[in-house]
Antibody, heavy 118, light 110 residues
Framework: EVQLVESGGILVQPGGSLRLSCVVS????????MHWVRQAPGKGLEWVSR????????NYADSVKGRFAISRDNSKNTLYLQMNSLRADDTAVYYC???????????WGQGTPVTVSS | QSALTQPASVSGSPGQSITISCTGS?????????VSWYQHHPGSAPKLLIY???KRPSGVSNRFSGSKSGNTASLTISGLQAEDEADYHC??????????FGGGTKLTVL
């Protein structure tokens, strides 16, 4: 069974940093591209970032470019999102998702909540 | 990277059919055959219903179908059931290795 479990979400002050983790199981992690997607309270989903299977290529939404960094450790079946210079509008539930090889996020985790507030 | 446009809410009675629209542009919805739809019960993981505009993953009920015309994609749910009450999100590949989602639609089964 494919499983993705996010963790690391907490309450953090504006300007602070946070690292989210996503541990996966049930599939060959090192063969799949992975994404982070977020949902702010009362809003729709927003694509955040994507990394290829070996970690050599990354893409970011304009809203997080230069502040967030996606990474992965294929030996630990874990995807990360390093979030710096956090702002109130980064408050959201953050989901990791697997890409199926055809530009579609096919499996998702249940998300981890991040609140940026003083 | 403007969000795709979805109605905020739709409703229908059990057994009826409903359609949710998702409007973008020629840079996203209309430019690729890469629209996907997700069902999301709050607190749970989003579930893929439709990919590639109109393809259904194995295990997804054939009551869910996708279509597209120009820059507007649609999700139709036939034979509405109580368990279909959820949020529905569309997503499109937008080129240059970026993706764009819609604002989400809350489906109420009356």
């Amino acid at each position: 069974e494919v499983q993705l479990v996010e963790s690391g979400g907490i309450l953090v002050q504006p300007g602070g940093s946070l690292r989210l983790s996503c541990v996966v199981s049930g599939f060959n992690f090192r063969s799949f591209w992975m994404h982070w997607v977020r949902q702010a309270p009362g809003k729709g989903l927003e694509w955040v970032s994507r990394m290829n299977s070996d970690g050599s290529d990354t893409n970011y939404a304009d809203s997080v470019k230069g502040r967030f960094a996606i990474s992965r450790d294929n030996s630990k079946n874990t995807l990360y999102l390093q979030m710096n210079s956090l702002r109130a509008d980064d408050t959201a539930v953050y989901y990791c998702a697997r890409e199926d090889g055809d530009y579609t996020q096919d499996y998702w985790g249940q998300g981890t909540p991040v609140t940026v507030s003083s | 990277q403007s969000a795709l446009t979805q109605p905020a809410s739709v409703s229908g009675s059990p057994g009826q059919s409903i359609t949710i629209s998702c409007t973008g542009s020629s840079s996203d919805v209309g430019g690729w055959h890469l629209v996907s739809w997700y069902q999301h019960h709050p607190g749970s993981a989003p579930k893929l219903l439709i990919y590639g505009d109109n393809k259904r993953p194995s295990g997804v009920s054939n009551r869910f179908s996708g279509s597209k015309s120009g820059n507007t994609a649609s999700l139709t749910i036939s034979g509405l059931q109580a368990e279909d009450e959820a949020d529905y999100h569309c997503c499109s590949y937008a080129g240059y290795d970026t993706w764009v989602f819609g604002g989400g639609t809350k489906l109420t089964v009356l």
